[in-house]
Nanobody, 118 residues
Framework: QVQLVESGGGLVQAGGSLRLSCAAS????????MGWYRQAPGKQRELVAA???????NYADSVKGRFTISRDNAKNTVYLQMNSLKPEDTAVYYC????????????WGQGTQVTVSS
């Protein structure tokens, strides 16, 4: 079992920045996939950003150039730096980690609320 604890959410004005953190209860060195998803009221959960074991990243078109995902294996933590925030970024943000060597392999955090005011 792996516990994921997100932090860093909050209320920010449009144009502001936040950094989300997701701390894992075990080493993430072997994690094949680490991602941030978000879910706004009445909408489906969507992948915002992901980083793989190789270090490759991908982003939703809506956040490219504004958000940056990174991982610190020494701290067992994945981050999401969010800049130039927009009201449409308002959502609950969830951390997701996949370990192909574990059973079960996939884990979710509890979510952290991000609210961007106009």
């Amino acid at each position: 079992q792996v516990q994921l604890v997100e932090s860093g959410g909050g209320l920010v004005q449009a144009g502001g920045s936040l950094r989300l953190s997701c701390a894992a209860s075990r080493s993430i060195f072997s994690a094949d996939f680490m991602g941030w998803y978000r879910q706004a009221p009445g909408k489906q959960r969507e992948l915002v950003a992901a980083i793989r074991k190789s270090g490759s990243t991908n982003y939703a078109d809506s956040v490219k150039g504004r958000f940056t995902i990174s991982r610190d294996n020494a701290k067992n933590t994945v981050y999401l730096q969010m800049n130039s925030l927009k009201p449409e970024d308002t959502a609950v943000y969830y951390c997701n980690v996949d370990f192909s060597t574990l059973s079960p392999p996939n884990y979710w955090g509890q979510g952290t609320q991000v609210t961007v005011s106009s």
